[in-house]
């Protein structure tokens, strides 16, 4: 299977999954489909505000499972993994960064932003174009498109 065919995928159970998540009061994350050490994996990652369960990642995957069965996308041997997303996976998305304001990001940035590449602050401020972040006194807002990569800062 090419990447390709494993992007159209992921994008069709994307589709098929947020109003399956939807009614069980649960957020889609990410789905992912990908040949790792088991062969074919398909992940996909739930959030709740209050936290994910076993029972909810066992709701998932026989609602998911029921679904791929029926709509028959996969036409190799696969194994599903429903899972919430860890204190250390990467923010992605305005949705993520929104869920997580007010908390301690790191941001590193395909090229320099207000002179940063790596910036480390409080989220600010989200919206559609951006994400803020308060650093030292002072507000620096990332776009999206130039964001390498994001993650929480954990402090224990």
């Known amino acids: 299977m090419t990447e390709n065919a494993a992007e159209n995928i992921t994008d069709i159970i994307v589709k098929l999954a947020e109003p399956v998540l939807a009614d069980l009061g649960l957020e889609l994350v990410e789905v992912q489909f990908r040949r790792e050490k088991v062969g074919w994996v398909l992940r996909v990652i739930i959030y709740r505000p209050a936290g994910v369960t076993v029972d909810d990642?066992?709701?998932?995957?026989?609602?998911?499972?029921?679904?791929?069965?029926?709509?028959?996308?996969?036409?190799?041997?696969?194994?599903?993994?429903?899972?919430?997303?860890?204190?250390?996976?990467?923010?992605?998305?305005?949705?993520?960064?929104a869920r997580h304001r007010g908390q301690k990001v790191k941001v590193v940035t395909k090229a320099p932003v207000a002179d940063e590449q790596v910036i480390i602050g409080l989220i600010a401020k989200v919206d559609e174009a951006a994400v803020t972040v308060a650093v030292e006194g002072k507000q620096i807002a990332v776009p999206y498109e130039r964001i390498a990569k994001a993650k929480l800062v954990i402090e224990f």
């Open 57 to 97: 990642c066992a709701k998932v995957s026989r609602e998911i499972g029921m679904l791929l069965d029926v709509e028959d996308l996969i036409d190799q041997p696969y194994h599903l993994e429903v899972t919430s997303p860890g204190l250390d996976r990467p923010l992605k998305t305005a949705r993520d960064f």
